[in-house]
């Protein structure tokens, strides 16, 4: 079947511009709109094809292909047009608005059970705990559905009724020309419902503010930065909807010996010159406790040991990362008469010049 030109469907000339194509596409949105032309299979179809229409020739690029390639040229640029009413209406609201007089110019409906907002809660905790995983216990206020009317907001044994004002729809209208517009019925704020005996526990609301204690898991290698969602533990539904979620935002305290990096962990260690030159045995922190270092002749300042598996244990597989050991060597500031005699003979021998330390007398009598 072949398509329509798109100027003819809007009945503009191909020079027309952007204002006056707008123009013509307004008017035959309100003639065709379905609201106002029910069961007008006709009027419906003009809608659609005036919509594709200013679709293509209110973008530039579009309207650039199909002037110069027509409708085949938009098919091989993957323009598919559209496929339902609620496509044409978001697509172009600020029109409809403009229009209609309310968004999308199709009427409202009434309020419905809503999904509760999600909460937020900051949590810091140690570097064991992190390591190890640990199950801590927060308290914090928030909206709950109320347990004596189960987020009806009515009394016990009674139950909410339609509004008398907008008939239960949520939405009272008022005609204004051609067209009739929607807006909220200020009775029921839009819920289409009254509560006649509103429950004394929550004043009708559904919902109650409590402090509420709720525990948390945390697992073994957790890392800063890492969020924990609680399913159901955000703030309650509206109108007994379903409540949103807990995120647990996690961060890790510094701590006083272990600097972490991912799932390594990194210390100092101090030896003496002379245990980095000879080597020798050392007992090094952990996060289980301490743990003997070996640490081999000629160890030079700043080398550094690894020990795995003494780390931070891997969140998502098995295993832990390392302990990294980064040796510093001290150098003694005062030397006694018999250390500077030895390394006085060790220079000698290494044939290294070095400062004497020895006193000689200047005059003698």
Not at 25 to 49: L, N, S, V, W
Request: aromatic share 8%; glycine share 12%; hydrophobic share 30%.
């Amino acid at each position: 079947m072949t398509k329509k030109d798109y100027y003819e469907i809007l009945g503009v000339a191909r020079s027309a511009s952007a204002d006056e194509i707008k123009k013509a596409y307004r008017q035959i949105a309100m003639k065709c709109h379905p609201d106002r032309c029910p069961g007008d299979h006709e009027a419906e179809t003009k809608f659609k094809e005036a919509a594709e229409a200013y679709e293509v020739l209110s973008d530039s690029e579009k309207k650039r292909i199909y002037d110069q390639y027509g409708h085949e040229g938009l098919q091989g640029s993957g323009f598919q047009g559209f496929s339902n009413f609620d496509d044409i209406f978001s697509s172009f609201s600020d029109i409809f608005g403009e229009v209609f007089g309310f968004q999308g110019g199709r009427r409202t409906q009434r309020r419905r059970p809503s999904r509760g907002a999600d909460l937020r809660y900051d949590m810091a905790i140690s570097l064991e705990e992190a390591a190890k995983g640990t199950e801590i216990e927060l308290e914090l206020p928030k909206t709950d559905t109320c347990d004596n009317c189960k987020g009806t907001g009515a009394e016990p044994g009674t139950s909410p009724e339609p509004c008398g004002v907008c008939g239960g729809k949520g939405q009272v209208y008022r005609t204004q020309g051609f067209f009739t517009i929607s807006t909220t019925c200020a009775h029921c704020r839009g819920t289409g419902r009254v509560i006649p005996k509103p429950c004394k526990t929550c004043r009708g609301s559904g919902t109650i503010t409590r402090k509420k204690k709720i525990k948390v898991k945390i697992p073994p290698g957790v890392d800063a930065g890492a969020t924990m969602r609680v399913t159901g533990e955000g703030e309650a539904g509206d109108l007994g909807g379903p409540p949103g979620d807990l995120y647990v935002f996690i961060d890790i305290k510094p701590h006083e010996t272990f600097i972490r990096q991912g799932d390594d962990l990194y210390i100092e260690a101090t030896v003496s010159f002379v245990q980095a030159a000879l080597g020798t045995t050392i007992k090094v922190p952990t996060l289980e406790g301490e743990t003997d270092l070996e640490i081999k002749a000629g160890t030079q300042p700043n080398e550094i040991y690894t020990i795995k598996d003494k780390g931070i244990k891997h969140l998502r597989s098995n295993g832990s990362g390392a302990l990294n050991v980064g040796i510093r060597v001290e150098i003694p500031k005062k030397l006694s008469k018999e250390q500077q005699e030895i390394l006085q003979q060790f220079a000698k021998v290494t044939g290294e010049s070095v400062k004497s330390h020895s006193k000689k007398k200047l005059f003698s009598f």
